[in-house]
């Protein structure tokens, strides 16, 4: 069986193919070509594993998980965290054809159990070291609403007989792969989302892989780059922009660090020779913190270039990377979605500086519509249409929000407001999504409001963005009660809900009723100014 999802239509398919774009290649392949290469693949703490071992490793995986009742068109769902052992267990994945949900380490029930019910998978992948995986309970509460679940693997769970590690050392002798066809689904992406259920985006082999290679040309990756992933590694920045797999297809080397704190990256970076990684805004911020606390940038000799992205980086913060990093800056604007641009190393400093780049592909076609759908002549601000040989047609299951969110010619209006220069470099002005982006990790206000509204005592619930200097956005709840009930009480609802914790309201506050447009609907942009005076009095 394979995984179904809306195609791109022939015309264009022919196109993509013929200009080589989609090489009818699955992602298997970026590890194929470097099984016998014994250099160093990924750094994990004191694990180091070779392209050879990976491949092994993940034949090896594969093997068990066939041999325990997993089958080709399956569906998993797997929670690992920054470690080697979500690459051997994606590419082991990818070679049995089955396609994963790689749900974030931060995610909770609330999102695990979102993903398991949309995708049934058969096969759960995840992690003792995480707090929902300490015991068996949630595992009992996710294959209710989840019953395919048949194969449950734990890493860290000791000498268990289903232990990752106990699967990943079952020799695999004579395993051939038998990946899903190059254009079907390879895995899910994640949407960042701004709706009440989180929504899942098939991404194909061909459009993928394509992605990953032009970004490595765009990225300047090759076998001698060492990328370090501070950032989640199962996020599409850390995962194809270039990402891991861009590195992988390279033969360079991935080193691994559990979060992007200067304490924890600076001595990786220095240790192992980083040349590239790729930070949020906030994480640049505290990295240039400490460099000026500790009065040395020397930790960072062998940082050659840094690109940042997932959410707008400051002008101010842009232009000390240079000189106070001594590292070449390169913008990102992408999206799980497909379209991701880059600003280019040879750009001239104004665009890389002020602008969120042009987009990987000359087939990605981007354009600026009004909020009627027409286009809007070049240097206006509106909103983002793209459609193109790695962005998706549409989310998983979801007919009523696809119908929404593209156009009738296949345009995804991905919800940015941004303004293209006659140069085609875009900036991102605002948005019209109702999403929270704090610092790069996204929240659907509806999805809050909705959990928030769960509360006895909660009438109605409002989620918006008040400007952070750290994180450009924070979250602020404004609700409607029935009784007097205190923050902290709020936030344990929330947690006893089971959601991420970024997603947790940064800010409570209480008014007698929300403000309504005319035609109804809680007047959110009058919410954020009302917040934003507050601000500017206090
Ligand atoms: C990346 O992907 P997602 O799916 O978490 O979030 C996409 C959204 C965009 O629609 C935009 O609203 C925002 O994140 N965004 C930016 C930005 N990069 C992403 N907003 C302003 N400036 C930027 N540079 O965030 C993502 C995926 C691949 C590569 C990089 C980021």
Redesign the pocket.
């Known amino acids: 069986m394979t995984v179904p999802y809306t195609r791109w239509p022939d015309d264009l398919a022919a196109r993509y193919r013929e200009k080589g774009y989609w090489l009818d290649l699955p992602l298997t392949d970026i590890l194929e070509r470097h099984k016998t290469n014994d250099a160093t693949a990924v750094v994990d703490g004191d694990l180091v594993l070779s392209y050879r071992q990976m491949a092994e490793q993940s034949d090896n995986l594969a093997a068990a998980l066939l041999r325990r009742g997993v089958k080709h068109g399956d569906t998993a769902l797997v929670q690992l965290g920054n470690v080697a052992d979500l690459y051997v267990t994606q590419f082991a994945l990818f070679k049995l054809g089955v396609a994963a949900v790689y749900a974030l380490f931060s995610h909770q029930r609330t999102e695990l159990t979102a993903y398991a019910s949309q995708i049934a998978p058969t096969l759960l992948i995840a992690d003792r070291q995480h707090a929902l995986f300490q015991d068996n309970s949630f595992i009992d509460t996710l294959c209710q609403a989840a019953p395919a679940i048949h194969s449950v693997i734990l890493r860290n769970d000791g000498e268990h007989e289903n232990a990752l590690e106990t699967l990943k050392t079952e020799t695999a002798t004579g395993y051939i792969a038998t990946p899903t066809p190059a254009d079907e689904v390879a895995f899910f992406q994640l ?2 989302g701004s709706t009440g259920t989180p929504k899942l985006i098939p991404r194909t082999h061909n459009d993928y892989y394509y992605s990953i290679r032009a970004s490595d040309d765009i990225c300047l990756i090759n076998a001698d780059t060492r990328y370090l992933i501070a950032l989640p590694a199962a ?3 850390a995962m194809s ?1 270039p990402g891991s797999l861009g590195v992988f297809y390279a033969g360079g080397q991935v080193i691994l660090a559990a979060d992007p704190s200067a304490t924890l990256c600076f001595p990786l970076i220095e240790k192992h020779q980083v040349t590239d990684t790729g930070l949020v805004p906030p994480a640049v911020s505290l990295w240039l913190q400490t460099i000026a606390e500790w009065g040395s940038n020397a930790q960072l000799a062998s940082l050659q270039r840094i690109q940042v ?5 400051s002008e101010s913060v842009a232009r000390r990377i240079q000189s106070e990093m001594g590292c070449q800056l390169q ?7 497909g379209l ?1 641009n880059y600003t280019r190393f040879d750009d001239d400093e104004q665009t890389i500086l002020t602008t ?1 780049g042009r987009p990987i592909s000359p087939d990605d076609e981007v354009w600026v519509a009004d909020e009627n759908g027409h286009p809007l002549p070049e240097g206006t601000t509106g909103r983002l249409m793209t459609r193109g040989p790695y962005t998706f047609r549409g989310y998983f299951n979801s007919p009523a929000h696809n119908a929404s969110s593209f156009d009738s010619e296949g345009f995804y209006c ?3 407001l941004i303004e293209i220069n006659a140069a085609g470099n875009i900036t ?1 002005q605002g ?1 019209e999504k109702d999403q929270i ?1 704090r610092g ?1 990790e ?1 929240i659907a206000a509806e999805e809050i409001e909705n959990l928030l509204q769960r509360h006895p005592d909660v009438i109605h619930a409002a989620l918006v963005s008040i400007t952070d200097e750290l994180m450009g956005e924070k979250s602020c709840a404004i609700l409607v009660v029935s009784q007097p009930v205190k923050a902290v009480a709020l936030r344990r609802h929330l947690r006893d809900l089971g959601v991420a914790e970024f997603k947790l309201p940064d800010r409570i506050t209480f008014v007698d009723a929300l403000p309504l447009t005319p035609v109804g609907k809680v007047d959110k942009k009058l919410l954020r100014q009302q917040l934003a005076d507050q601000q500017a009095q206090a």
């Not at 913008?331 to 979605?337: D, I, K, L, R, S």
């Open positions: 949407s960042g996020h599409n920045f922009s992205g997932g959410a707008k980086l913008q990102v604007f992408g999206m799980a979605e991701v969120q991905s919800g940015d991102v948005r982006n790069g996204k």
